[in-house]
């Protein structure tokens, strides 16, 4: 049995200790999640149009990560509806950066892995940066969502009577403890996956100006930013849409 197969058991048995029936599904939501990336990685390599790949599994790999991980129907259309919308604001702000950037490809560092093979696979490099750049925020985006629409949501459910002021006051107070939380995460994420290539920086000697204008760490800073940009645009619109609905509710009662 390899380590990876053994952890991904342990894993299952954890969540559905935790988590129950949720874990479960929660469970199977990463498994489809993985095989989804797969799928979406073979597609690209048979030339399929990467826009259109993209554009068609945003939602797929949405409703995955919401409705399977989520038990309350409410919650989680409620969340796929902001997830969905921020998305779509975060992938033009990410169209801008990254033809701002212009760090698609390879650098440097992947010369001698890639010695003998060829760097051109006749794919768009630009494109397969704009895919992974929205791929990478779906997960932050998602959570960001549900937290929010569970809080609020269940806060409506203990207070019947509140109104849309005070709904939205807790919203806020509600989005900034989940902004303190995602930012680290998202923050602690990426220095722990770059740790070894900012040794690697630091033992080759590398300047400051060197260190910003590498692709690797250019691409990886951008993401970490397109997240950021994408929870904090969840947190408001979740208190907008769902204060929004319940003042709806109430007219035509």
Known sequence: MSTLLALTIVLAILMTIVGAETGIRSFFSVLINTLLLILVAVLISWGISIPIITLIFIPLKLAT????GTHDYTVAKNSFTVAFSVC???GVLILI???LAQAAGLGPEAGEVL???????GLSYPEIAVTVAIFSTLGA???AAVAMNSGLLELKKHNPAISRKQLEKSGAAIGRDILGTSMNTILFGMFGSFLSLFLWYFRLGYT?????NEKLFVNEALIIMYSLIGVLLTVPLSTY???RKMTETKVKK
Do not use: D, K, R, Y
């Open 65 to 68: 990560i919401i409705f399977l």
């Open 208 to 212: 400051f100006g060197e260190v910003m």
């Open 241 to 243: 849409l769902l204060s």
């Open 115 to 121: 010695v003998g093979l060829s760097q051109m696979p």
């Open 88 to 90: 779509l604001l975060v």
């Open 97 to 99: 950066g990254q033809w």
């Open 141 to 143: 985006i998602a959570e």
